[in-house]
């Protein structure tokens, strides 16, 4: 029999030292501080918003979407299977989450723990030291480069502790993106039990000749595991779905950990019809390559003024401000017309501001007030 443990001379509930030392996710806003209801460029959704047949099956159109009082299929299996058709992988090495958020923190808390770090470049995905954290392993941020991932960097801070590896590709909230033959250098050099996951969350973005190989590498690794979401191109954040393939012994650690029922009845049946619908997943990304080109050449004309638009991959642009007009003013510029955007301080970018692709209208809006501001600024 184990010795029961010493009493303890505390009054209340003691969390973990670990868990206490999590700083909050902070999600993007929608309103002004005054309440207002603002047009969200805070949070990286979709502005064409849901493919129709989706919203549709999440009314109650869609297979077994038609009866709240029934549990989920806590396997997922139709969804899994559309899945494994549309990318060519076995549906047994798919495992579906509550969202990405929830398979990169099960990710950190199989293979990771007290004692073990987590690592990832500088600027990378806020969630990836929250998982970090929460398992009760360090985070350890690799230097960045000019804003992007660095790969030589990024194993000289490998250490016998590094248990997992985590590389959003493209990278929120920069946008960066690292290509096909950096992603196979980074993985070759990695030592084989450390886990590298891939966070693919805008994958669809990109172009299909951009692919940087980390499914195929999921696909024949034993330590490589991507995670994809239906919350960006799919436009069905607000049902909270995500995927995650890898090696069979991989999935099997997760699926162990996660909620049995963790997808809803109407995510299941909203995500499977998305599948269904790829006119609109191309339309999404046709609209972000268009509307991103002329946001950046925009941005671009305001060099003169201090604003430099980093590269994008995503279906956002980080801004840095080194001139008269800072990220902070612009802000507060852009709610005053009636925009959020994401002003980044606490990820230690007070420099920087993140903003979503919107519509055509929102966007020539936003250029042009950030042109007023700047030309404004003294
Ligand atoms: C890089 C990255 N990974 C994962 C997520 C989480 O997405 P979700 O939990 O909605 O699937 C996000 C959301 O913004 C993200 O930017």
């Not at 058709?85 to 990710?107: C, F």
């Amino acid at each position: 029999m184990s010795e029961p443990s010493a009493p303890s001379a505390a009054t209340r509930p003691v969390p973990k030292p670990w868990i206490a030392a999590i700083h909050p996710y902070v999600p993007g806003k929608s309103t002004g501080a005054d309440g207002k209801v603002l047009i969200k460029l805070s949070a990286n959704e979709n502005p064409l918003g849901t493919s129709p047949l989706a919203c549709a099956a999440r009314l109650g159109g869609g297979e077994g979407a038609g009866d709240p009082a029934r549990y989920p299929d806590p396997e997922s299996h139709a969804l899994r299977g559309a899945l494994g058709a549309l990318h060519g992988i076995d549906p047994a090495r798919i495992v579906m989450g509550t969202g990405s958020d929830e398979l990169l923190h099960l990710a950190a808390q199989a293979f990771a723990g007290p004692g073990d770090e987590v690592l990832y470049q500088r600027y990378g995905f806020s969630v990836y030291e929250i998982a970090a954290r929460r398992c009760g392993a360090a985070p350890i941020e690799a230097p960045d480069r000019d804003y992007a991932a660095d790969v030589d960097v990024l194993l000289g801070c490998v250490t016998p502790r590094t248990r997992v590896v985590f590389l959003a590709n493209p990278n929120n909230p920069t946008g960066s993106y690292l290509p096909r033959a950096d992603l196979a250098r980074l993985h070759a050099a990695l030592p084989a039990d450390v886990l590298l996951v891939v966070d693919q969350a805008y994958a669809e973005y990109l172009e299909a000749e951009a692919d940087d190989g980390a499914l195929a590498l999921a696909a024949s690794a034993e330590n490589v595991l991507v995670t994809r979401t239906f919350s960006k191109i799919y436009g069905l954040a607000g049902e909270r779905v995500g995927w995650a393939t890898g090696a069979p012994h991989l999935i099997d650690m997760l699926n162990r950990i996660r909620g049995p029922f963790n997808v809803t009845v109407t995510a299941q049946a909203s995500a499977l019809a998305a599948l269904g619908d790829l006119a609109f997943v191309d339309a999404s990304r046709t609209h972000n390559r268009a509307e991103r080109a002329r946001f950046v050449a925009a941005l671009e004309a305001l060099g003169n003024h201090g604003l430099r638009p980093l590269p994008s991959e995503a279906n956002f642009v980080l801004i840095e401000f080194s001139g008269a007009l800072t990220a902070e003013a612009a802000y507060k510029g852009l709610m005053d017309e009636g925009f959020i955007t994401r002003w980044l301080p606490g990820q230690g970018l007070p420099q920087c501001l993140r903003i979503t692709i919107g519509s055509a209208a929102e966007m020539d809006r936003v250029a042009a007030v950030l042109r007023a501001l700047a030309q404004a600024a003294r």
